[in-house]
């Protein structure tokens, strides 16, 4: 069964999957986030572990399970139904608002930037499971941008990054396929076939299976006598992408058929070329149809199917164009990373106006620098201020969790300012903001919610 928060039509396919989606479900793993409400959500699977499973996810990720994979802590095999949360971590603000900690052992001398990252858990009811008897999961992780350079890290005990293997990237070659194969539905099909007056044709000269031009294949066409002539003859005689059929108005008999195309002329520059005329449908047996009813029914069918082309279209278009691949023998955080260039980091002491505030030495304050260009964050607890890492590169924003559901908010703007004069010891006034609007708002690439 497919979810309907992410599969919503028929043309997307996964082979040899029976599963069940069921949606986002704020389940919270190991890793603490700064501001729970803003966590990233996970998405449920309700897996058969009999069977072997290919889960195809939104961002164009797929994960392939074999049969029996699943463990539990006393190291028998899980044969009941199987719950699989899965959640991925493109940008920044994702990394953020998950807690992930991007520290290589806890320290400020390696920093990890992400090209993409991916956790996964398992359980049976409330049981926590991982992988048993050498099974492993095969996952091909979207990516959003180059890996060139990057290493494959997994986040032992949710605490520090190791190096378990290697990972492969390649093109997201079902993506281009099925694209290829939408386009082909959607245009391409409006070849007019042209009786031997030139006057009446069909559509979709060169037709397919399941072609969106179905609801007109025993219909013929007219041209209409007044525009008769060699430009609806030449016109007839082109590869149109696309047509579009417009119901007669004021009594009119004929219908409006606009065809569309896109040409290139110098420098590769795309023109569009479009030609309409006016022409009566007949049926079959070449009998004119007044029965404008019967007529709008295929015109809405076409609209409709149009729609949903164009939708999926769209969708699939938000998948990443490639996929780095790997196999993983235990569940937990999985990342595509490398050490930040610690020649392109300062150091600062950092300082803000709230600060003067009463009872703020009370307050267990978190301080999270956001590397939105370089795909990561680090995090600073409160009294641990005094050396605070920040890109001299790209863009650093500073935040800081406040209590009562609010956050500060330094922008880039005033950091590069202060980097710009050299300093380091810096104070900032802050943007106060609402913690959980404002991290929701930063919702990176197909973010659970």
């Known amino acids: 069964m497919q979810a309907n928060t992410y599969f919503q039509l028929g043309l997307f396919v996964v082979?040899?999957?029976?599963?069940?989606?069921?949606?986002?479900t704020p389940t919270t793993s190991r890793i603490e986030p700064p501001v729970k409400e803003a966590d990233i959500l996970f998405s449920e699977y309700k897996i058969d572990p009999a069977i072997p499973h290919s889960l195809k996810r939104p961002t164009g990720t797929l994960i392939k399970i074999p049969p029996y994979?699943?463990?539990?802590?006393?190291?028998?095999?899980?044969?009941?139904?199987?719950?699989?949360?899965?959640?991925e971590f493109h940008s920044a603000y994702d990394l953020v608002r998950a807690g992930i900690p991007m520290r290589v052992n806890g320290n400020d001398k390696e920093v990890l930037q992400s090209a993409g990252m991916i956790e996964l858990r398992a359980f049976e009811g409330d049981k926590p499971l991982d992988l048993g008897n050498q099974n492993t999961i095969e996952v091909h992780l979207a990516g959003f941008r180059s890996s060139d350079g990057y290493r494959f890290y997994y986040l032992e005990n949710d605490h520090h990054w190791i190096i378990p293997d290697t990972f492969v990237s390649g093109n997201n070659i079902e993506k281009f396929q099925n694209l290829d194969s939408i386009q082909k539905k959607i245009h391409g099909q409006c070849y007019?076939?042209?009786?031997?007056?030139?006057?009446?044709?069909?559509?979709?000269?060169?037709?397919?299976?399941?072609?969106?031009?179905?609801?007109?294949?025993?219909?013929k066409w007219m041209v209409c006598p007044e525009q008769s002539g060699p430009e609806p003859e030449k016109a007839m005689r082109e590869m149109w992408e696309s047509v579009k059929v417009i119901p007669p108005t004021n009594g009119d008999l004929f219908y409006t058929l606009r065809f569309w195309r896109k040409v290139?002329?110098?420098r590769f520059k795309p023109v569009n070329r479009n030609y309409e005329f006016k022409a009566l449908p007949l049926s079959a047996d070449g009998k004119p149809i007044y029965d404008h009813a019967s007529i709008k029914k295929r015109i809405q069918q076409l609209d409709k199917q149009t729609r949903q082309l164009e939708k999926e279209s769209e969708r699939i278009r938000l998948e990443a164009d490639v996929l780095n691949s790997f196999a993983i023998n235990r569940l937990g955080v999985f990342n595509i990373d490398k050490p930040i260039n610690n020649e392109e980091t300062i150091f600062a002491k950092i300082s803000f106006d709230f600060?003067?505030?009463?009872?703020?030495?009370?307050?267990?304050?978190?301080?999270?620098?956001?590397?939105?260009?370089?795909?990561?964050?680090?995090?600073?607890?409160?009294?641990?201020?005094?050396?605070?890492m920040l890109s001299n590169q790209s863009a650093n924003t500073i935040l800081v969790v406040l209590p009562e559901g609010k956050m500060a908010v330094v922008h880039p703007s005033q950091i590069e300012e202060a980097?710009?004069?050299?300093?380091?010891?810096?104070?900032?006034?802050?943007?106060?903001?609402?913690?959980?609007?404002?991290?929701?708002?930063?919702?990176?690439?197909?973010a659970g919610s």
């Open 192 to 219: 007019p076939t042209v009786s031997p007056n030139a006057m009446i044709f069909e559509l979709g000269g060169y037709r397919r299976p399941n072609d969106i031009l179905d609801s007109f294949k025993d219909l």
């Open 355 to 388: 600060e003067n505030e009463a009872d703020h030495q009370s307050k267990n304050y978190t301080l999270i620098v956001v590397h939105e260009e370089l795909n990561s964050c680090v995090t600073y607890p409160h009294g641990n201020w005094q050396r605070v």
């Open 15 to 24: 082979v040899s999957t029976l599963f069940f989606f069921t949606g986002c």
């Open 264 to 266: 290139q002329y110098i």
């Open 69 to 87: 994979a699943f463990y539990d802590q006393q190291g028998v095999c899980i044969e009941k139904p199987v719950k699989l949360l899965v959640r």
């Open 419 to 446: 980097l710009a004069i050299g300093k380091s010891i810096m104070r900032f006034s802050t943007q106060r903001v609402d913690a959980i609007e404002y991290l929701k708002s930063k919702q990176g690439v197909l």
